[in-house]
C-alpha cells in the first residue's frame, strides 16, 4: 500500500520515541496497529462490496441478455403462428367454397358457413376419443357378472341356491 523501507521506518520510530516518550510509546504503537487492522478491514470490506457489485451488474446484464433473447424468439414464434393460422384460414375458406361450389353443380341447396361449422363441431364429436369426455371421470367401471360354478355333475351351484 505506501512503499515505506525499513530505514523510514526507523526515522519514524525515533521521531515517535522523542515526541511520544519511552513510557507512552508501547500504548501508542499498539493503538496504532489496532487502527490499522480496522483500516485493512475496512479497505478490504469496501473492495468485497465493490467486486460484488460489478458481479452484480454483469448477471444483470446478462439477465437482460436472456430476457430480450427470449422476447424476440417469442415474437418470431408468434409471427410464424400467424402466418400458419392465415394459411389455415385460407384453405378451409378455399374448401368451402369448393364444397359450394359442388353442392350448386349437384343441385342441392349451398352449405352456409353457420352450417359448415355445426358439421365440423358433430364430426370433431364423432372423432373424439372416450377419455376426451369431461364425465368420463364420473362413470363408474363395469362390473362384470361372477361365472357360475359347476361341480363335476354338471349341475350350477346358483341352481342349487334357488332350490
Known amino acids: 500500500m505506501f512503499d515505506i ?56 446484464k446478462v439477465g437482460q441478455g436472456f430476457r430480450e433473447s427470449i422476447e424476440s424468439a417469442a415474437s418470431e414464434f408468434q409471427q410464424e403462428a ?23 353443380t349437384e343441385g342441392e341447396r349451398p352449405v352456409t358457413e353457420p352450417a359448415m361449422k355445426q358439421i365440423a363441431a358433430e364430426q370433431e364429436a364423432q372423432q373424439a376419443l372416450p377419455f376426451d369426455d369431461p364425465n368420463l371421470d364420473a362413470l363408474e367401471p363395469p362390473v362384470a357378472p361372477e361365472p357360475e360354478q359347476t361341480d363335476s355333475t354338471g349341475s350350477s351351484s346358483a341352481g342349487e341356491k334357488s332350490a
Not at 9 to 36: D, Q
Open 82 to 104: 400467424t402466418v400458419v393460422d392465415d394459411y389455415l384460414r385460407k384453405e378451409t375458406d378455399n374448401i368451402g367454397k369448393v364444397m359450394a361450389a359442388m353442392a350448386v
Open 5 to 60: 523501507g525499513f530505514t523510514e521506518l526507523m526515522v519514524i520510530g525515533v521521531v515517535a520515541l522523542l515526541v511520544v516518550g519511552p513510557e507512552r510509546l508501547p500504548k501508542v504503537a499498539r493503538t496504532a496497529g489496532h487502527l490499522y487492522g480496522r483500516m485493512q478491514r475496512y479497505v478490504s470490506s469496501v473492495k468485497s462490496d465493490i467486486s460484488r457489485e460489478v458481479e452484480l451488474d454483469e448477471l444483470r
